[in-house]
Structure formats: C-alpha cells, structure tokens
C-alpha cells in the first residue's frame, strides 16, 4: 500500500484530530503517502483532498473539533455519489482509507468497500461511546470531564439554595455520559435509556433524601431516557411532589462535543489511529480498529453497527450505594 | 460597633465565600464578634445564626457558592417577619449588618433599617453585573470566563460543521455577560436587553458572513433580549433563510453560576467585603460598597436600586468590527 | 464485621475523598460503623478517630487532598507505637482496616496484620501508578491531565519562540506520568527511569527535528530518570548542540498532586473504596484492591509491594512515531 | 495611512492573538491594508512579512502565544540591522507599526522612529503588569489565574499533610502577579520586590500561624525578591526555625506565560489593539495605548519605560488582614 486517504465524519468528538495526527505521522514513518480528505464523504465525491506530511498535524494534537471537518453526506448514500467518490479516489491512486467515525460512518464505508473493494478501516470517534468493539470510544472521556465540570458548578448552586437539579446530558441511545458524570458527580439517581427508572422511583429517591436531611440532589438524564427530556422529567416530578419543591433543569447540549481532549482521549486516539493505519497496512478491511482490556483488536464493521454494546450494570448499582 | 452579622442573600454568585472570609477576618482583626447568619433573611428570623472565627472561613476562598447558603425570603417581606428578625438580631446583639447580595437583598436592608435603624452595609454579589454602584460586581468575572469556555467548546463544534450557533447567556435585563463573553469568543453578533437588534440584522449579519465564505457563525443572546430566547431567534432566523442552513441552540443555564471564583472575582470579593465592614465600622449605612475606577465607593441602595446601569456601547462597536 | 476504620496514608493523591466516600458510604449501606482515621497510622496511635455517617462524605468527591489528612509515620516503624495503635483500635472494637495509600503504607498494614491479625484491604492511592496489582491508581489520570495542561502552557511559549524546553514531570521510579504525558503532550521525546535514552540519542532527536525544520521541541523528563533532573539534562545537551540553542527548563513539581479529580479518577475511587470494603466484608485481608482489565482483583500485599510494574513499551515505541 | 505592519515581540503573553486579530480586523474595517511581521524585529529585518486579511486571523482568539512568533533581536540593536529593516518596510510601503511587547519592544520602536520618522503605537502585552501608561497589561490575568490554579492545587496538598509550601511567581521587577495570586489564593505571606519583607518577618509570621493552630501556610515569593529565590527562602527559613518543619517549594516557571487568554485579557486585548490601530491612524507615534480608569489613553514611549509603576499597597496590608 503507498497511498491512502483519512477522513472524519458524522458527529465531531474531542480526539479526532489527535487520531488524524497519528495516521498522518504514522504513514510518514512507515513511508506511504496520505491525503487528507475534507468534509467526510463529501469532500471524497467533490475531490477536496489533499496531501499531508508532518507539519501538516504539528500542534493539533490539543485541539478540540476535526481539522479535516466533519459532515453528514445524503450524496453518499447513493450510488451516484460513491461512483463519484470512487472516481476520485482512482484518480489520486488511494489504495485504502482510515475512516473516524461512528456507526453512520462505518455503514457508509461497509457499503463502498462492499460494492468497489477499496478497504477502510475505522477508528472509533464518538462521544456516546455506544460503540461495540471498544471498551471506549474518541472523546468520550473528554465528553465526561466537561459535564462533570458543569455538574460541579451545578452542585455549588444546588447546595447554597437546597435545591434539585435535572441535568441532561449527551446520550440518545447510550447511558454510558450520564452513568459515569452521575457517579463521578455524586448524583443522587441517574436515567438512561437501559434501563427505564420510572417516576416513582425518581420520587421515592427525593423522599428518602429529605428523610435523611439531604437539602440538595441531583439528577442526571441521558437525552435519549424513555421518561423524556429532562425538562419533562422535572414536569413530572413537580406535579408529583410539591410546587414548593424548588427543582431546576439545566440542558448541557453541545458545549460537551468540545473542548481539548483530555490526556487519556489523546493516548486512546493515538493508539486508535495508529492502529488502524497499521491494520490497514497489514491487509484489514471493513472493520473498526478498537481497544478491549488494554489490546488492540479489530471488529467487523457488521459487528459494529449490528451488535449492542450494554451499560455496565455494577456502575448503576453504585450510584445507589453512593447516594445512601 | 462589638458585634456584627453577615449573610447572603438572592442569587448565588463565585465569590460569595470570598467576601464572607473578608468580612469574617477582617472583623477579627479589628476585634468585633461576627455572627454567621444562614440562608440569608430567612435565618435571620429563624435563628439560623452562629459566631464565626478565623477558622470558620479557612479554605473556602476557592470555592464557588456560599457556606452561608442563600434564599429568597418571603417572610422578610412582612413587617410580622422583620419583626422577628430584628428581635433575633438583639438577643445577640448584634449592631450592624454586611449583606452580600443583589438588588432585592439591598431593598429589603433599605427597608429594614428605615423601620429599626440598624445599619446595613452591601457588597454587590451576582453574576449579572447589574448594579448601580460599582464598576464590576462580584461572580462577574467567573460567569464570563466559565461562558467563555463553553463559547470555546462550541467553535469547535462549529467550525467542524460549518454550523451557526445560538448560544444563550444569563442576564435577564442587562447584556454585560452576553458582551463580554461576546468579544472575548469571537461571537459574529451579540443581542442584549438594552439595545434592540432586530432579526433581520441578524439575517444580514449572516449573510454578509456567508458572502465572505465564513463558515460558521456564534452569535450570542442574553436571556432577557427583546426579540426572544436564542431557541425563538433562531426559529425566526431559521424560516428567514433556509431550512437548510445547520443551526443550533444551546442554553448555558446555571452553569454559569458556580465554579471556583477567579482570581478577578476573589480579589474583588475581598476587598468589597472588607470594605464593607470597615464602612460599617465608620458609621455607613444603607450604602453599599462598591469599586469605581479602581477606588472603593460607598452608594445609597436608594440609587444602587433605582439607577440603570448602562452597558458600554464601545464594546457593542467593537463586537462589529471584530468579526469583519 | 460490624466496625471498621478507614485512613490516607504516605503522599496525598487526587480521589482519596471520593474513595473515602465510597468506603463511608458503602459502609452505611451496609449497615456496618465507620470510624474515619486521621493523619494516618499517626491518628491511630495518638487516637484520632471519629465516626463517620453519610454526612461526613457529602461534597467531597471533587476536592483534591485528603480530608482525613495524610502523613508518614515513623512512630508506626516501632513495636510500641503498633501497640498503642492497636490498643486504640481494640477500645472502639474496630475490626478492620480500609487503608488508601502506596507501598509505604501497605508495608505498615501487611506487618501490623502479621502482629495483630487485624485484617487490612487496601486501595492504591498514589499519582505515580506504580503499583502492581492494578492497571491504573487513584490520582494518576488526574496527574496526567495536570501535567498535560502545563505542557500545553508551555507549547505555546515554545512553538511562539522556536524554543526546546525540557519539562520534568513526578515519577521517582515509574515513567508512567511521563510517557502518558508526553504521548498526549506531543512530546518529541520521553526520558524514563525504566529505560536508559542516552544524552546522544537525545541530541540526535533534536538534530532531526532541526533537519525537519522542527523549529519547538518539548522533552519530557520523569524525575527519576537516570540522566538527572531535567535541570541535569538540559545542561547536559546544551553543551552539546550549541549555547545558541534556546533552551529552558521546567519543573512541574507538586501541583501535580493536587486538584479537582478527573472523572475516571472519582470512579476508579468509587469502585476501589467499595471494593476494598466488600472485600475485607467477604474475609479478605491484607490484600488491596485493584482493577486489572475492568475486572475488580485482590492481590497479596506481599505481591504489591515486591513485583514491579513494567512500564508499556508499546506506548514509548508510540512516542517515537508520533513526533516524526 | 494605506499599509501597515503589526508584530509581537519579546516575552510571548496570552492574549497577543487576540491583540493581532484586533489590529487586523480593525484594518480590514477602516480599508487599510495590514502585513504581519514574523518574530520581531528579525522578521523586519530578514523580510518575514506577509498581507493578512480576515481570514488570517480566524479562530485564534483563544489561543496563546502568538502566531506571528516572537523574538528578542540583537541585529535590531545595531544600526545596520535598522537600516535593513527599514528597507524591508519602505519596499512593502509600509506607514506605520503596531507593536505589541513591552519595554524592550518599546525601547527598539522609539529609536527606530527617531532615526527613520516611522511612526510606532505599541500596546502592552507582558505577563508582568509591569508598564506604566496603562492600569494591567495583556497577559497578567490570565498569567495570575494560572498561578492562582497551580496554587490551589498545592493548597490541597499543603493541608492534607499540614505543610509550608514556598510558590515563587513570575515577575523580575514587579510583585503585582505575587499579589494578586496571593490575594486570591489565600496565602499566609507575598514576598514582593518593591517591599523588602525580611525572613524574621516571615519566621514571625509562620510562628503565629502556628499559635493560632494554623495548619498549613502558604507564602508567595516574586521571582525577583530581594531575600532570593523561594527555595533561597526556604532554606533561610529552615535553618531559623526546625529541621522538623516540612517545607516544600515549587516554582511555577513557564507554564505561567501560556494557555488559552482569559475573558478579561481576551477583551483588554481587543481594546489595545483596535485603540493602537485608530491611534496609529489618528497621527499618534511613538506611544502605547493603555487603558487607565476605563478609558483609552496614550502614553508617549519614553514615560512607560522610564516611569515605574507603583504597587498598590492597599493590597499588601489587604494580605496581613486576609491571613488572621
């Protein structure tokens, strides 16, 4: 393999640049050649690529967002689109791609690979971490830090006023931001999409808190809880307590996709890119470069994109024990 | 003056616990007793009071919110409440009173100390910067700076997918926050109570970016601007230009209220806070302690409530020609 | 069991309150009395020893520090002083131990178990990771962010300046703090007490960056690195290259120590604290908690304090790619 | 005035971006053409300049150190190297310089406008708040804000093992980061070098700390205090009271010159930029635009170099108070 393309796409995520940086360099040290692609699928179907070298990643590894930008392409998803995109590709003479990404990027590159052969292997980039094949995924430690941060804020306020906080964090199908900001942040109870907690529960929880002189709580939600938004939870519990319960809800939103990448974000995307770049060259195709118990290994992007990846149980029991 | 009280009261702001260890130490310095009053007017009719020594404010200086806690109160509004506060207040004899707040902590002193005479001096505390009386109010600082960052997170977010942003700050009738943390992110447009902007500048400020191949776009909207919450704006916007165009809102809500003080706000809280207390100690009251080109001013909460506080408007300029 | 104790021992470390929390409130849950042990094995001799409830532990979890305080005790060296200390354990019928530290302070626990048969778990609290037993301790993450942000300080200065800086990070005999530094610092080069890099390979690095136009280079030196301090080496290489070369030198010292614990380390904390007080439950005892490959493990103090912990070469391999 | 120059130089300080962006965008605002000059006067004279325009100053505002790279320049100080760069400039038809550094900088553009008639304006831009003409000086918050964090860092340390840390501070000739930081981190002492404060004073001073059951101190010492370095401190202050005392010493170094530019500098910033510009294009020359009480003002070169500025001895006796 002399040449190859790297492209980031879907969702951006704290780390990605630290993984474009480690396929870049990475091909430098082992002598292949790497274009640069802009715009995810895009940019491979209007020819925005363009060669990389050293300098071309030097002082990125700190930044938050993709350097190579990131986008959604509908273009793609046809076959016009790809035959473009081939085009392309054939006409730089790319042998292979490193694709960062998630679930959406993955499908894209299954199909591509499936209908011209060209072989893309993927680094997991997304701050849900709801992929499998990966203990963790791109810019989801980063993702965690910056909401416990707000949650930290959030409990200066909540214990000088005795009040309950709702915060919703990042998350529509995957509880993993929510569990581990909720314990990191001592919440008192946290809702995920896993597994429903119903109102009830929400409210017996307060109760037991008040009963036990807790002025203050605090209650993560995952965006995607089958309760509602956090907003719609507070709803609910409000009518259900009292109106003089003093609750407020606070929405992260994106301020948790930036930011500069924590320190284990960056070893993980270096690890990541690094490995996939090397799968790559070793004769891997259509799978997602990934870390399971500290190892690197490659899972099938059908795997990927077809298999659930469960919330660790034992963290949701020890938000209850903490909370005692 | 021998004995003294302090609390907080109204919003919580960084920097509270600043200013209460200026008051508490330097009470301790000039040898006067000071009393710890909790939850502001509330404690004050309940009794919630206790003597507070130089350790009592050991290794808070760091730490957002307030030891002292903080409420708004009801029963202070009645005359039967006042009565049970001032009754408390001589039991312990205290004589004067620091009152670390806002607007309705001050006319609540103001009030106070017209029925019973006992002297009140305030120290500005909220993130809101709406005071007359003083140049910077303390908790503004902190607020910016932790806007800011979340500003810092979002561009990355932003400029990775040529998006516009919506971000919505605090600041229900005054746009310093929205400004300040407007110039300092690089914001394209800042939309404040005091001054109007209508959504069709709004349109054309983007457009005029778009025309100048600038990708992405923040703008920033405080709370109370005329034309609506940053969601209803950017609803506006949306049907103004195109369904296509990506726009996002994000709410940064109570975060901006907690976390530990700056550097700016502890210092400012210190000597607010000390400046109170020895205005007390001279004989002021019903002022509240403010600075003023750098030297320490004393206003009659008559005026700190009763006059507007104008924003700058050199700055709303300088947001202009700054995202040229 | 019915009793226990739990202490911070040997130098503090970011997380020791969320896993102090997680041992109190593991404790309550489990309907078991927690007497918290102040100064370590010193509060032991001298009888510091309080109860906790749920209380004790509320917001705490993000502070740095210990608030059962830390210390080294010679007096715990001696017969007499293990006597005393456990005489004191015996008068409030404590039954076992939760010890949170190092090597230093297992050694202690393994010899007064030895004597007394009082059962100890331990959790590894320590920033330098260089524990056998786990993948990961209490505080390192936390400790490598922080060095990781002053690393970002200072390339700012470097790249400005086109200057070399050597930066010393903790590490007395583990390289673990540098090379997961260095790695996400995009250092050039990490010097580590596990493997010798000579003073030329040193100088031949910077040579090729130059030949590169690398204009800025950052090395990464543990404080137990063989060559000398960074202060040691910085001499060293200046002697070398050239008297014109811009060099400098920093000493990150203790700030590394202290600090808001990231989110893995208050989870790591959480899971450790709950883990050694369920295992000294179930009979465990003079073993600490640890977790190898997200899997929750118990290993002889004896094993902890002999076996090395090898450093991951993999990731100094990395090292020396990532900065072509 | 149709063409000018803007450049850093001397000591990098966060903010210089923003100051940058600020001087280009106003160019681009007011129809003036702007060239940027690499590292100082070396760029000037070895010809490293080139047109900015918008988009040259994108996205920059929050990062430190400055992308124009800075220097300090021998050859500028002969009258040869003068002469080369005023060639350089006089073939680009540039009118006029924006100079951002500090006295050093100033020196050089004084001189250069007095042989050559090229009108300079500088604007402040030195970590050490060390300039007259102007209340602080870009860089100095932020700078304090990053001590301030390492300091409270080591405060967690200092008291979980109830120890005296010494944190010298950047600042050659000036104790305003010293106080500040000390003020707002709650230190026991600030060792400044305006004010001689002799060991027995500090002996004194640790000694009632201790009377009053003070646990930990913590004391600032200025880079350039006359007593020495803080580990020149510490040892001075060992020998005087016991070997027994467990004193630590950290020195903060570089780290303080980085990072991302706070609110405040990032705003300070934009204002001495866009006044230096509007002054250069007023006619001003051979000035620094500060900000005193607010307001923009002009200080001729000669006075902020020769002119010392004062420290506020308010903040000094604020530190006594503030440590009871």
Known sequence: MKRIGVFTSGGDAPGMNACIRAVVRGAVYHGIEVY????????????????????SVSNIVQRG???LKSARSKEFMTPEGRKKAYANLMDLGIEGLVAIGGNGTFTGAMIFGNEYGIPTVGAPGTIDNDLYGT????????????ALDAIDRIRDTASSHDRIF???VMGRDSGYIAVQSGIAGGAELVMVPEVLTPISEVVETLKQGWSRSKSSSIIIVAEGDEEGSAQEVADKIKRQVSEDADIRVTTLGHTQRGGPPSAYDRILASRLGLGALEGLMAGQKNVMAGIINNDLVYTPFEDTIRLPKPINEDL??????LSV
Do not use: C, P, Q
């Open 36 to 55: 640069g692609i802009r715009r995810g699928y895009n940019g491979m179907i209007n020819g925005e690529m363009s060669k990389m070298d050293s300098h």
């Open 65 to 67: 967002g993709t350097i």
């Open 135 to 146: 203990d963790y995924t791109i810019g989801f430690d980063t993702a965690v830090n910056t």
């Open 316 to 321: 949701l029991r020890m938000v209850k024990i």
């Open 166 to 168: 709702f915060i919703e």
